[in-house]
């Protein structure tokens, strides 16, 4: 079964718009933690937004907030106020404590216009 | 956030040479980092977990024998890729978990094409 689910393989968004980027996770262990990550053309993947899976509130980082709904497991990106520069691959993953591997999701194509 | 360093970015050979990329962090010590590798479109796997002063743990699938990863100190991990073939050629790329012990930290890279 896949542990991470991306069902979106490429979205589209107007300049200055917001984003959903969808994620959904599956895991028996109940100690995990969420990632969200950009990977532009050049390939570097950069960090970032984490959710802890005992956090109460949702995680912000600046534009990005990330909608971490336990009981339906899943863990939506939202960007806001959307520049030409976020159009990247986004990818979701999941680090069970129990095993200590980071585990990604397909990926979302983001493509910003403007 | 912690920075990664991953070595050379690119790189071309012949079949049967072997390649060794380096993944450094800079600003902090890592006793385990990561190795992946990326195909064309698709998402990250990951190969192998490096541990500083012993021998890696592989993924199921991968063969230690031609992905030799080596740790000698807390802040370089070393994978050769040996007798390189061109279905060796992808993106790899390796982690470290930062500071902050929940988030792993990536390299920028290395496209290795094998002719």
């Known amino acids: 079964a896949q542990k991470i689910t991306q069902t979106q393989p490429g979205m589209f968004v107007q300049e200055k718009e917001a984003v959903t980027l969808d994620c959904t996770y599956d895991?028996?262990?109940?100690?995990?933690?969420l990632f969200w990550y950009k990977q532009p053309s050049s390939g570097e993947m950069i960090f970032l937004i984490y959710q802890g899976s005992y956090d109460q509130q949702n995680a912000t980082e600046g534009r990005y907030s990330l909608n971490f709904q336990k009981a339906r497991k899943s863990a939506n990106l939202v960007i806001s106020a959307s520049q030409l520069g976020d159009s990247a691959m986004y990818f979701c993953?999941?680090?069970?404590?129990?095993?200590?591997?980071?585990?990604f999701g397909t990926g979302t194509r983001l493509q910003v216009f403007p | 956030g912690a920075v990664v360093s991953q070595h050379p970015s690119r790189v071309i050979c012949k079949s049967g040479t072997s390649v060794k990329i380096e993944c450094r962090s800079l600003?902090?010590?890592?006793?385990?980092m990561f190795w992946y590798r990326q195909f064309p479109k698709q998402s990250l796997m990951l190969m192998a977990t490096?541990?500083?002063?012993?021998?890696?743990?592989?993924e199921q699938g991968v063969e230690k024998d031609k992905f030799l990863i080596n740790h000698a100190s807390l802040t370089l991990s070393t994978l050769t890729v040996t007798s390189a073939h061109p279905e060796d050629s992808s993106f790899y790329i390796c982690?470290?978990?930062?500071?902050?012990?929940?988030?792993?930290?990536f390299g920028a890279g290395t496209r290795l094409s094998v002719l």
């Open positions: 982690s470290a978990d930062g500071t902050a012990k929940n988030i792993q930290y």
């Open positions: 993953a999941m680090r069970e404590y129990n095993t200590d591997k980071l585990i």
């Open positions: 600003d902090f010590q890592a006793t385990t």
């Open positions: 895991t028996s262990d109940p100690s995990y933690g």
């Open positions: 490096s541990n500083e002063g012993s021998k890696a743990t592989y």
